[in-house]
């Protein structure tokens, strides 16, 4: 069986012809070769535009779709879902309020350099002074960057984790603790309103000790005191905390509640 054979006749200098396009009117077209003509080039340019832009708008979604399974995997509360850092209300005759935003604020642009160094920190303070508003505000910019996080309050993730020593748990303990220790981000909510009992300070400390080790950054928020929090969660939890440079913030100023 004999292949058939291409003969190209290359035109050079390119052959030249005044055609007229539907769309854009006169223009010159030109073939290079045999009799293939390149066509209207602004028509061409249109469809390359229409493409891109579709592969745009699909990308977009992509994104979208895989934004909202992280923020529904973050455990993130309803009331919370519109706690944003961009509307986080700041009492610009309070510098301790600035200084707070902008180091949330500095703290999510950047949490992919956090991330690396497994730098957390610690909000302090009285109820109704922001801490869940910032902190949320600071998960919501991580999972639109592309990382994972999780918020839970201390006593609904010691909960999770005692379901598990019940008969017919459809979770095992690892399972529910690599929930919490593997995330890019983890916020635990209110710290200290445990009993204090050896267990919870355990478990608590497992876990913030496996995300120390494996380096993925911890934010913790109490209404306790630096004191108070430090004497509750033990010295090489609250040391692991401030390693590498971490803070605790102490917001003292009025509720927002109010």
């Given at each position: 069986m004999k292949m058939g054979v291409f003969n190209m006749k290359v035109h050079d200098p390119a052959i030249e012809k005044i055609k007229n396009c539907e769309s854009h009117g006169e223009y010159l077209d030109k073939c290079f070769f045999n009799d293939f003509w390149r066509g209207c080039q602004k028509c061409m340019q249109e469809k390359k535009d229409k493409a891109d832009e579709s592969e745009r708008q699909y990308q977009?979604?992509?994104?979208?779709?895989?934004?909202?399974?992280?923020?529904?995997?973050?455990?993130?509360?309803?009331?919370?879902?519109?706690?944003t850092l961009e509307n986080y209300q700041v009492d610009g005759d309070n510098p301790k309020q600035v200084k707070i935003l902008k180091y949330c604020t500095d703290y999510a642009e950047n949490f992919s350099d956090r991330k690396k160094t497994g730098l957390s920190f610690l909000m302090l303070g009285l109820p109704g002074t922001g801490k869940t508003h910032l902190s949320i505000g600071i998960a919501f910019e991580v999972m639109k960057n592309g990382h994972s996080s999780v918020f839970t309050t201390?006593?609904?993730?010691?909960?999770?984790?005692?379901?598990?020593?019940?008969?017919?748990?459809?979770?095992?303990?690892?399972?529910?603790?690599a929930t919490y220790e593997t995330?890019?981000?983890?916020?635990?909510?209110?710290i200290g309103v445990q009993t204090g009992s050896d267990y919870e300070k355990n478990i608590i400390f497992d876990v913030i000790n496996s995300r120390y080790e494996n380096v993925r950054p911890t934010i913790i928020l109490s209404n306790l005191s630096i004191d108070e929090c430090k004497l509750y969660l033990g010295e090489r939890v609250f040391d692991r905390m401030r390693e590498g440079g971490g803070k605790a913030f102490l917001l003292d100023w009025p509720s927002f509640r109010k």
């Open positions: 977009i979604q992509v994104a979208n779709i895989r934004l909202g399974k992280r923020i529904s995997d973050s455990g993130i509360p309803d009331r919370f879902l519109n706690r201390a006593s609904r993730m010691l909960r999770a984790i005692k379901d598990t020593y019940h008969k017919g748990s459809e979770f095992s303990e690892m399972q529910v603790l995330c890019d981000l983890l916020i635990i909510d209110e």
